[in-house]
């Protein structure tokens, strides 16, 4: 099959997953893994090759991109403490035992033992996501879950990289170590220099498909640059998306709505693919390997997979212990509860960031094929154990429903619909008052007359929305969903003209 064809058969089989993950309710992420295995071993099955240079430009960066993009900085600075816990503390404790696994049962040289202990350490916020859609959650555990997901990616990353440059140069010497100390100051300051350039050129494509592709070429642009200037590219990318969201770069309502689109459809397309070609990667490791050896890289993987688990159940669950126990561990956060603690320690389903990493090993990486296939169990193992029990899990811990999200949208758009009213106070004339009726209704459509009135008042509902947001008083996904009802309300009133992407 030419790859072409290869890649129309993988897309075919992905749908035919996600439907079989829809109809059985279960994480799509456990479906496509499994899928991959079995597609991997069907005789005549494609075989699509990739350089493992480019595999984490490819996949991580634009999935890292659109993350940082969306994260809200506000909740960083308030869950500081636990997201240090599960972002930087779990990682380390979590690479530092598969790193001794490596060593002591591998006869991994230490830094190729690191290498591996970074690939599996970091959870996936898609993974996680795929289940929590189906519950509802307190908005404070699934903002630690994303920004979790976010920042460990880049522990990780950087991990990765300080091994595989030790690991390559033979030693921990001082051009190393002054390499490793300059690329991460380094590249947040070349991701943000970076936003502001990509700001400057996005002025020239404002409302069109170009502008869409120029976003996809910051992504793989900043990571490939940051990478040749010995940097880390996963902190130019994050620092990069989030100065331009702070400044303002989610852009006009038709943009934001067509780039959310676009964005979302990618990047899922991304870990879809990921999943099918480690399956793939999967065959040829166990086609080169004997018998006796493929037992004893399983062994080992089930090992890995065990030292995972429990490693993020003692640190969340010893971080729970301390945060209820001692008000300076926690800040002026509430004491978690022993089911959050039960429910976040639970939640480390493995995926792209440890499928990406295992495929960018280098050709000559000691044990690769070990390595790899070890990196492969545990997603497949924590995304079938723990993806596939995660939802009945926070109903028997009676988590679902903590949080109402019908109601919270409700309020807030009753707060929204007032904020609106507000704003045309003391304006003269019919069209206030047809926007004031509309506002009591809770709705805001109008007819083209209106629509400067009706822009007036959509205006004071965006600020008082990201007040809200600031103030924790709703949740990301209220916050999106009614970002996009706004979004929808002012496309509704701009002229014709005005609402369409433009082509060039």
């Given at each position: ?21 829809r ?22 099955a ?23 993009f ?5 909740a ?44 599996v ?13 189906t ?29 595989l ?13 002054l390499q ?20 400057w ?46 400044s303002?770069?989610?852009?006009s ?17 991304f ?8 399956g ?12 006796a ?38 800040g ?7 089911a ?11 995926g ?17 094929d070990v ?8 997603v497949?193992?924590?995304l ?23 109601r919270?949208l ?25 926007f ?69």
């Amino acid at each position: 099959m030419t790859f072409f064809e290869s890649l129309l058969a993988l897309l075919f089989a992905a749908i035919v997953s996600l439907q079989a993950a829809r109809r059985l309710n279960l994480p799509y992420p456990a479906i496509l893994a499994l899928g991959g295995v079995v597609i991997a071993f069907v005789p005549g099955a494609p075989t699509i090759a990739i350089d493992p240079g480019t595999v984490l430009a490819l996949f991580i960066a634009p999935v890292l991109l659109d993350a940082a993009f969306d994260f809200p900085l506000h909740a960083a600075k308030r869950l500081w403490r636990p997201l240090s816990i599960l972002a930087v503390g779990a990682i380390l404790v979590t690479t530092a035992t598969v790193a001794w696994i490596g060593v002591a049962f591998v006869g991994l040289p230490l830094a190729a033992a690191v290498a591996l202990g970074a690939i599996v350490a970091p959870p996936d916020a898609a993974a996680a996501t795929a289940v929590l859609g189906t519950v509802s959650l307190p908005k404070r555990t699934i903002a630690v879950l994303k920004g979790e997901s976010l920042f460990n990616d880049a522990t990780a990353l950087l991990l990765f990289g300080a091994a595989l440059a030790v690991q390559a140069n033979g030693g921990f010497g001082s051009g190393v170590a002054l390499q490793l100390a300059f690329a991460a100051p380094g590249g947040i300051v070349f991701g943000i220099a970076s936003a502001f350039v990509f700001q400057w050129l996005g002025k020239f494509v404002a409302g069109t498909l170009g502008g869409n592709i120029l976003q996809f070429i910051n992504a793989f642009a900043v990571w490939i640059v940051a990478e040749h200037l010995h940097l880390s590219p996963v902190l130019a990318v994050v620092g990069c998306a989030m100065t331009i969201a702070r400044s303002g770069g989610s852009g006009s309502p038709r943009m934001r709505v067509h780039s959310f689109a676009v964005w979302a459809t990618v990047v899922f397309l991304f870990n879809v693919l990921a999943f099918l070609l480690m399956g793939m990667q999967a065959r040829l490791i166990v086609g080169r390997m004997t018998a006796a050896h493929l037992w004893d890289s399983l062994a080992v993987a089930g090992v890995v997979i065990l030292a995972v688990i429990g490693a993020r159940i003692v640190v969340v669950m010893a971080w729970n212990l301390l945060a209820r126990r001692f008000a300076a561990v926690r800040g002026d956060l509430t004491p978690p509860t022993l089911a959050q603690g039960v429910f976040v320690s639970w939640c480390g389903m493995r995926g792209l960031i440890t499928l990406a990493t295992a495929f960018a090993l280098p050709a000559n990486f000691p044990q690769r094929d070990v390595v790899v296939l070890t990196a492969f169990a545990v997603v497949l193992a924590t995304l079938i154990v723990q993806g596939m029990t995660l939802a009945p899990l926070i109903r028997w811990l009676g988590l679902d429903s903590v949080d109402d999200v019908d109601r919270e949208l409700a309020d807030a758009r009753r707060d929204l619909a007032a904020a609106g009213a507000a704003a045309l106070d003391g304006a003269p004339g019919r069209d206030p008052e047809q926007f004031r009726y509309a506002y009591a209704l809770f709705g805001t459509s109008a007819e083209k007359p209106y629509r400067k009135v009706g822009l007036t008042g959509i205006a004071a509902e965006r600020e008082r929305l990201e007040a809200l947001r600031v103030d924790d008083a709703i949740g990301d996904e209220s916050y999106y969903r009614l970002q996009e009802e706004i979004d929808w309300r002012e496309l509704s009133l701009l002229p014709e003209g005005e609402r369409r992407i433009k082509e060039s």
